[in-house]
């Protein structure tokens, strides 16, 4: 056993592990970049560290249909896309967005393409590439600042909406959450118009800062949204009514939850919370109480169960029929020198493996649809770590060019290259201060 577990309640613990990813910042001092396969019992399974790759931030995970978990990280001043063989630890590939900067979210959408969020050097644009790196679509907020002026969102400079998540919603439809204006909209992709939109600047009773927002269709067909409501210290649910107003159906607070970055509904209506600043992830039933409790130091960023689908897979609390503001409970309390205990032990970890061999799942290979994985082992297609074959791969690639850049007239070849080579290490810097 590990000296990372908090809350265990045995006869309600887990079946799977619980990969949870580790930003790495403890107050102003740069941390590890983790990912960590939690076991039932709150054991750990392996840790995967970026920081020993080079990486600076560790951000989402998804399952792969193909058995690989897809993870974004980040280099100062670029976005780093990894996809993690779970069996081992390694880089099956590593992708370099060298036009997408800070990149919170990467979600394979299925027909080898993939959508992500580029808040960069006043780019602030959703986009969508492909496996050979072309640009497929993108929606820029410059575009749309009716909606989103660069005035608003806070004193934040080039990243002024400050776009953290991207998801797919049916076939044709993203969910996107606009951090800087406590707002999370849904973009036609087709049409790029905005369907609809949950909270508004400023209107901090309805969402303040929020990050990770899911899509849940109700039984009767509402739309509903779970988000963690981050400066509020909450996790919220929404649902839409039939005159496309919003009202809250169910909220968790209390019990030191504090500025949570991720909520997914879990099959059996639990909720799986990631902490930020309590360092922890908890499991919490409709009702509040805390039923499996980890510590992830220093601010964990995303987490995901095993065998569920990625984001949220389950009820919506009206469907349970726990509606209401609900206090948490049976928490383990802060407590400094045990989450410091944690840390040392996690960065001293040298197994790689994050999920046990029972739970591998996919059949190696292409990654084909997307879609939801299910635990138990590889296919016939695949080894028995699921590894798709390409490990050692590194791609260096600019993937999603930036249509902004433009020939700048009167400079001889050696002046442009010390133009830009001005221009990247301004990029790194800023990247690297910027409030993540």
Same mark, same amino acid.
Not at 80 to 89: F, L, Y
Not at 204 to 216: A, G, K, R, T
């Given at each position: 056993?590990?000296?990372?577990?908090?809350?265990?309640?045995?006869?309600?613990?887990?079946?799977?592990?619980?990969?949870?990813?580790?930003?790495?910042?403890?107050?102003?001092?740069?941390?590890?970049?983790?990912?960590?396969?939690?076991?039932?019992?709150?054991?750990?399974?392996?840790?995967?560290?970026?920081?020993?790759?080079?990486?600076?931030?560790?951000?989402?995970?998804?399952?792969?249909?193909? %058995?690989?978990?897809?993870?974004?990280?980040?280099?100062?001043?670029?976005?780093?896309?990894?996809?993690?063989?779970?069996?081992? %630890?390694?880089?099956?590939?590593?992708?370099?967005?060298?036009?997408?900067?800070?990149?919170?979210?990467?979600?394979?959408?299925?027909?080898?393409?993939?959508?992500?969020?580029?808040?960069?050097?006043?780019?602030?644009?959703?986009?969508?590439?492909?496996?050979?790196?072309?640009?497929?679509?993108? #929606?820029?907020?410059?575009? $749309?600042?009716?909606?989103?002026?660069?005035?608003?969102?806070?004193?934040?400079?080039?990243?002024?909406?400050?776009?953290?998540?991207?998801?797919?919603?049916?076939?044709?439809?993203?969910?996107?959450?606009?951090?800087?204006?406590?707002?999370?909209?849904?973009?036609?992709?087709?049409?790029?118009?905005?369907?609809?939109?949950?909270?508004?600047?400023?209107? $901090?009773?309805?969402?303040?800062?929020?990050?990770?927002?899911?899509?849940?269709?109700?039984?009767?067909?509402?739309?509903?949204?779970?988000?963690?409501?981050?400066?509020?210290?909450?996790?919220?649910?929404?649902?839409?009514?039939?005159?496309?107003?919003?009202?809250?159906?169910?909220?968790?607070?209390?019990?030191?939850?504090?500025?949570?970055?991720?909520?997914?509904?879990?099959?059996?209506?639990?909720?799986?919370?990631?902490?930020?600043?309590?360092?922890?992830?908890?499991?919490?039933?409709?009702? %509040?109480?805390?039923?499996?409790?980890?510590?992830?130091?220093?601010?964990?960023?995303?987490?995901?169960?095993?065998?569920?689908?990625?984001?949220?897979?389950?009820?919506?609390?009206?469907?349970?029929?726990?509606?209401?503001?609900?206090?948490?409970?049976?928490?383990?309390?802060?407590?400094?020198?045990?989450?410091?205990?944690?840390?040392?032990?996690?960065?001293?970890?040298?197994?790689?493996?994050?999920?046990?061999?029972?739970?591998? #799942?996919?059949?190696?290979?292409?990654?084909?649809?997307?879609?939801?994985?299910?635990?138990?082992?590889?296919?016939?297609?695949?080894?028995?770590?699921?590894?798709?074959?390409?490990?050692?791969?590194?791609?260096?690639?600019?993937?999603?060019?930036?249509?902004?850049?433009?020939?700048?007239?009167?400079?001889?070849?050696?002046?442009?290259?010390?133009?830009?080579?001005?221009?990247?290490?301004?990029?790194?810097?800023?990247?690297?201060?910027?409030?993540?």
């Amino acid at each position: 056993m590990s000296t990372c577990v908090g809350t265990i309640d045995e006869d309600r613990a887990p079946e799977t592990t619980t990969l949870v990813t580790i930003q790495g910042a403890r107050a102003g001092e740069k941390t590890a970049s983790l990912m960590v396969g939690f076991a039932p019992n709150g054991s750990v399974v392996g840790v995967h560290n970026d920081t020993a790759a080079g990486r600076w931030w560790q951000y989402d995970v998804d399952p792969l249909p193909n %058995g690989d978990l897809l993870v974004a990280t980040t280099e100062p001043g670029i976005t780093v896309v990894e996809r993690v063989d779970p069996a081992t %630890g390694e880089h099956v590939e590593v992708t370099r967005l060298e036009h997408v900067e800070d990149a919170h979210d990467v979600d394979y959408l299925g027909d080898g393409e993939f959508a992500t969020v580029d808040k960069g050097d006043e780019r602030n644009r959703v986009v969508i590439y492909d496996e050979s790196g072309e640009l497929v679509w993108q #929606w820029r907020f410059g575009n $749309h600042t009716d909606r989103f002026p660069r005035d608003g969102g806070g004193p934040y400079g080039k990243d002024w909406t400050h776009v953290n998540d991207v998801d797919q919603i049916g076939d044709d439809t993203l969910l996107v959450s606009v951090r800087n204006f406590d707002q999370v909209i849904a973009i036609d992709r087709s049409t790029k118009a905005v369907k609809w939109t949950l909270g508004a600047d400023d209107e $901090h009773d309805v969402l303040n800062e929020q990050h990770n927002p899911d899509f849940i269709e109700g039984a009767d067909g509402r739309a509903t949204v779970l988000v963690a409501d981050s400066e509020n210290d909450r996790v919220v649910e929404y649902s839409r009514t039939a005159d496309g107003e919003w009202e809250r159906t169910w909220s968790l607070s209390g019990g030191g939850l504090h500025e949570p970055r991720d909520a997914d509904r879990l099959p059996n209506g639990n909720t799986l919370v990631t902490d930020r600043r309590g360092h922890r992830v908890l499991e919490v039933t409709p009702r %509040g109480e805390v039923v499996w409790e980890v510590y992830t130091p220093w601010q964990p960023y995303d987490a995901e169960r095993v065998g569920t689908a990625r984001g949220s897979d389950g009820p919506t609390m009206r469907q349970v029929g726990a509606e209401g503001d609900q206090t948490m409970t049976g928490g383990t309390s802060f407590d400094t020198a045990a989450i410091e205990a944690c840390y040392e032990y996690l960065t001293g970890v040298e197994r790689d493996r994050l999920v046990p061999e029972d739970e591998l #799942w996919g059949t190696g290979g292409e990654l084909g649809d997307a879609g939801t994985v299910t635990p138990g082992g590889a296919g016939a297609d695949g080894d028995s770590a699921g590894n798709d074959g390409d490990a050692g791969t590194d791609r260096a690639w600019t993937t999603v060019p930036d249509e902004s850049i433009v020939e700048t007239p009167g400079l001889g070849v050696p002046a442009a290259l010390t133009a830009l080579a001005a221009a990247v290490a301004l990029a790194a810097l800023v990247a690297v201060r910027r409030r993540p």
